[in-house]
């Protein structure tokens, strides 16, 4: 344990998940939405509190901030790195916070609609957090952990670090993104400005964890143009976009290449929008697989079977647009072996046994290890996120705020 650490990532935690900040897919924005802003100038304003006087928010929703070097050593700049939106498939407004203290097992039963129980046996994580105090929302809405527990536990640490200068460190850079919820979050991200070497996301799962494997993302859009005609008039003649592409996603493989059928490396194709009329209708689908050949591969099953679907309607037409979203950070991290070692290294002195893996999924890290900033993912302890049954415990946050400190104490001795 940190000597002297008076846990503020609990109290901070409380605060922020109650400010609402879901992101917008269908703002065009930047942010996507105004009120994620309203978290960024609150966490400002602590760190300009806290001593960090260059913190500040910018015109795209992005807070900067550094804790300067207090080293004689040639340190590279590290980041740590979280977003502060929560995600549009479950509310985020009006979040009401519960700790469940001294956490013994029992199914958690959420107050305002007791329909919505966390049970251990579907929540396997929770038989590591016998004694420990279980934060909840309260049944109507998401928690906001993903990734408010990875923004309280920066803070905390960047609080503790302030406050206890003998801890030896480089210079280290604070990030907090908007919209990572919907793929935007190193949209308009300064590099220059933030000036960092290497960064860290605190945006993962259990405790321990260290994710330097993420999946490589597509999205594809298929465009249907049907024939429409009066369907009093219709026989022979109308060919209806809107069931050609309730045909193609009909077609899709039933026991493979889903996001409910697969697991670990396995990818899939998911359909995720269908909109549309007889003249006209669009289908958008994620391709998600750890390689892009892969990527490639799924794509072409899916063209083969929109293909396949409109040899029946000769008078039908579509497009099929591929457009890249994130890779597989595990290509930009290999050329870099040390910064996730580093990590490691942060987790064990921690008192952690490190688990190091891949996940189903992208991060922020994604995006900026290719745009020349190597950017591995370290737990916050949150999970079950994007949804009302959503849950983080205050000792694995506290554990994730030690873990950052470590890691920082790890650059400064491992450099000159």
């Not at 309730?246 to 990818?267: Q, R």
């Amino acid at each position: 344990m940190l000597k002297n650490y008076k846990n503020t990532a609990t109290e901070r935690f409380l605060k922020y998940v109650q400010i609402d900040t879901q992101s917008d897919p269908y703002s065009d924005s930047q942010p996507s939405t105004e009120k994620q802003i309203n978290l960024s100038r609150i966490l400002v304003a602590e760190l300009i509190d806290m001593g960090i006087e260059d913190a500040h928010v910018d015109e795209f929703g992005y807070v900067y901030a550094t804790i300067q070097n207090n080293s004689t050593k040639n340190i590279p700049t590290i980041c740590f790195c979280s977003h502060v939106d929560t995600s549009p498939d479950c509310t985020g407004a009006n979040v009401k916070p519960i700790i469940h203290k001294n956490y013994q097992g029992q199914n958690l039963v959420l107050p305002d609609d007791n329909t919505q129980i966390i049970r251990l046996l579907e929540h396997e994580d929770l038989a590591h957090q016998i004694g420990n105090d279980i934060i909840t929302a309260s049944g109507t809405t998401l928690l906001g952990a993903d990734n408010k527990a990875g923004v309280a536990e920066i803070m905390d640490a960047a609080y503790y670090l302030v406050n206890n200068p003998a801890i030896k460190h480089g210079k280290i850079k604070i990030l907090f993104t908007p919209d990572e919820e919907i793929g935007r979050g190193t949209q308009a991200v300064d590099l220059k400005k933030l000036g960092a070497d290497f960064a860290y996301t605190i945006d993962g799962e259990t405790l321990g964890s260290l994710e330097d494997e993420t999946f490589s993302a597509d999205s594809v859009k298929i465009t249907i143009t049907g024939v429409s005609q009066h369907p009093g008039f219709a026989k022979g003649r109308m060919e209806s976009a809107l069931k050609i592409a309730a045909e193609i996603v009909a077609k899709l493989p039933k026991n493979t290449l889903s996001p409910e059928t697969t697991e670990g490396m396995e990818g899939f194709i998911h359909p995720t929008n269908i909109n549309g009329m007889v003249e006209m209708a669009t289908v958008e689908f994620i391709i998600r697989d750890f390689t892009v050949e892969k990527l490639h591969a799924h794509e072409l099953v899916l063209s083969e079977i929109m293909n396949n679907v409109l040899r029946n309607y000769h008078n039908s037409k579509a497009t099929f647009e591929v457009h890249e979203q994130y890779r597989n950070m595990k290509e930009i991290l290999d050329k870099f072996p040390h910064v996730s070692e580093y990590a490691m290294e942060a987790i064990r002195r921690s008192g952690i046994e490190p688990n190091r893996r891949s996940i189903r999924g992208g991060t922020d890290g994604s995006r900026l290890s290719f745009m020349g900033l190597p950017c591995p993912n370290i737990f916050a302890g949150e999970h079950a996120f994007h949804g009302k049954h959503e849950w983080v415990s205050v000792q694995d946050m506290e554990k994730a705020v030690e873990t950052i400190v470590n890691l920082c104490m790890v650059w400064e001795e491992k450099s000159l």
